[in-house]
């Protein structure tokens, strides 16, 4: 476990090394901000707030890169797609 620390706030970052890559989540009280391998149906299913970016091999990479899939909980925050998963974090925070 990581701590990350997001324009003055601190979030939980969890890697996993996986076979072909890392598996990322950045975790707030509310929400999370998830690597492509996660899955926002189950999120949905469990009335989490995820938001999901792609592309990414580390914390900084999430931080950066656009929001691609959300859950419906996730947007109740205020979080959408294309925003930034900063920004994403920031919300569910």
Known sequence: MDKINVD???????????????????QGENGML???????????KLNSAMA?????????????QPVVKLSARAAEFGVTIGMS???????MK
């Open 34 to 44: 998830g690597c492509g391998y996660f899955n926002v149906e189950t999120a949905d």
């Open 52 to 64: 999901i970016v792609t592309g990414v091999k580390c914390y900084d990479d999430m931080l950066t």
């Open 85 to 91: 998963g900063k920004d994403a974090l920031l919300l």
């Open 8 to 26: 003055g706030m601190e979030f939980t970052g969890n890697t996993i090394e996986m076979l072909q890559g890392k598996l990322l989540l950045i």
